[in-house]
């Protein structure tokens, strides 16, 4: 494989996202055509993993216009591993939507086709200004997914959502301004180590990483995620936490090393952001009443988790950073499609208008068990894995309170998930929950479709196999952090001649 | 130094304007500040350069640096995409401009 086929993993998306929005008629063709394009994608980016396994960087200028000027892909083993959890994450929302409400509309399909090709051109491009055209590109159909599909408040919470990712683009713009005026270029293989030698480059730079922060719902521009994820339809909430904060982090990381080539003189701010990150999402968390704003402080929680391994720059702290992403892309899917499906089915995300699901539906329960369990770093399953080698990261490093605010987090990560263990799965549904479903009694409520809870088990399966079988994933992640700390593979591939 | 100024009076207005309540003065502070960028963007490839980007009419040394002006059309381009969005979803009929609670 060559790296003139990298910008199909881009242009296939977007291609059938145009031919998808035309095909007309019943709704099976379409959702089989969704389906069988994203298999296809999952199978091209596993495979591209494979390629750059060894450490490897492919890298392509597009339509070969000479560097500098070539819109320049270039994937090592970090982007093919963010590629594969990417196709699988879609694949696995896309299956879940198809059966609900969201399915049924014919746009869906094309702006999810969209969204992913946006995210696969972020991860991808090795270019300051084509990652912001990306971002762009990914952003577009989410404005319009967060605001069509949902409950009332969707369109406040796209209001919301749309400022917050707009102020966060003019200000990356601002960023991106500066880096060309003092550099001359916006080519990562040009820029690289150039914040290190240059403090204001470091300066401009860091002006971008503000903007991706505030994208990645890191302290202290944190708040406004738990406002529009929860107001959305489950399936697109679970969509976008595998995808966008993520693509963000993933950016920090890659402009961190590249750029400034993990200078170690700014890392005490980033552990502080990230240090913080950690505690107030999970104690946000606790104080919450309904499933979907709990999972999404803890999703913020992660997201410090994730900022703690670039952070504790090494190897160490990388390979840990790396696999925690990997591992909270599925878990968070997981969590938010099992009680999404509880809202879909009984009407209701509210604490107490619910109960009982676990003896009605012993399968789904646990399903969400295992991701809880998984989220709060419990054994065997991934997160244990995780939250260990982070935590083993922050001690080796020196960065004591970062290690114990970790450690303290995953206790109260699991309080907060088993009080939607105790509300929603545990006891009885109270008579309110039913009356508000319209059917008086208990035995007259609908259950949950198997098709609902297939995605939610079968990430929570794939959570489970990363505890016990972690060996191989830490490998690989051993292997992409190799590719970060030492970034000279990557940029002798991308810069420009 | 017009250059800074100017960016300089639109950033303070737009991030006026962003600190206001409706959405549509949101949004009007986001145009400013959408200015502001693409004029930071533009002067970034120096304002000094003023010759046309065009091969064999001017010395090369003295022709603007076409690449920030691309830069800047697609960024146009983006804002107004998405300032466009925006104001639809202000007029949508869903609740009032003041959205600060959670509801069902």
Known sequence: MTGALLPLTV????????????VRGTRF????????????????????????????????????WPGGIAISFAVDLFSALMLTATALVTLVCVAFAAATDVGRNRFFGPLVLVLYGGVCGALLTADLFNLFVFVEVMLAPSYVLISVFGRSSRIAAGRLYAVVNLLGSTVLLIGIAAVYGLAGTVNLGD??????????????????LIAFLVKAAAFPVYGWLPNTYPNTSPAVAALFSGLHTKVAVYAVYRIYAVVYDGDPRYLVVLVTIATITMAVGVLGAVGESTTGTILIFNMVSGIGYVLLGVALFGPMGITAGMFY?????????????????????????YLEELGGVARREPLLAAAFLGAAFSLAGVPPFSGFVAKFAVIRAAVAEGQYVAAATALVVGFVALVSVLKIWHWVFWGRMPKEGAQRHRSMSLAEMPRVRPVLIVPALLLTLISLGMGPGAEPVLAMTEQAAQGLVDTATYVEEVAGQ | MTVALGIGILVTGGVYLLLQRGLVRVIFGFVLLGHAANLLLLSSGGTWLREAAIVGTADPERMADPLPQAFVLTAIVITFGVTVYLLALAGSEHGSDDDTERSR
Request: charged share 10%; proline share 3%.
């Open chain 1, 325 to 349: 992403l990997v591992h909270h892309m599925v878990v968070m899917a997981s969590l938010l499609l099992s009680t999404g499906a509880v809202l879909v089915t009984y009407g209701s995300q």
């Open chain 1, 29 to 64: 063709p379409r959702r089989a055509m969704l389906v069988a394009v994203l298999i296809a994608l999952l199978a091209g980016n596993a495979s591209l993993a494979g390629v750059v396994r060894d450490g490897r960087v492919l890298a392509h200028d597009v339509g070969s």
């Open chain 1, 11 to 22: 242009a296939v998306p977007l291609l059938a996202a145009a031919v998808l929005a035309m």
């Open chain 1, 191 to 208: 820029l690289a180590g150039s914040g290190r030698e240059s403090p204001a480059m470091a300066v401009a730079a860091g002006v971008v």
